[in-house]
């Protein structure tokens, strides 16, 4: 088994924990580190797919992992963010 073809997949773990992270500092009304979790998120966001593609490694739980990390920091997380402020 090769280690290299994970890669991708941590990379999406890092987006979807920062935008949990974002969530909960949001909910403690610390919106500054929760907008830099959100760019943080952007970064590993782009960096999942262009490892994937030059490694060569997808698949098919990557796939569902990376839609629900985006989902989270890029729909959750800025939701979350206007609601508290509002």
């Known amino acids: ?3 290299v073809r994970h890669i ?5 773990s890092m987006n979807l924990l920062c935008g949990v992270l974002g969530v909960i500092c949001t909910f403690n009304k610390d919106f500054n580190t929760a907008f830099y979790l959100m760019l943080a998120a952007a970064v ?3 960096c999942d797919g262009l490892s994937a ?3 060569n ?3 098919d739980i990557g796939k569902g992992l990376d839609s629900l990390a985006d989902m989270v ?6 939701s979350v963010m206007l609601y508290e402020i509002m």
């Open 73 to 78: 920091s890029f729909g959750l997380l800025p």
């Open 1 to 3: 088994m090769k280690i």
């Open 8 to 12: 991708p997949n941590t990379i999406t």
């Open 44 to 46: 590993f966001d782009f």
């Open 53 to 55: 593609r030059l490694l």
């Open 57 to 59: 490694a997808y698949s």
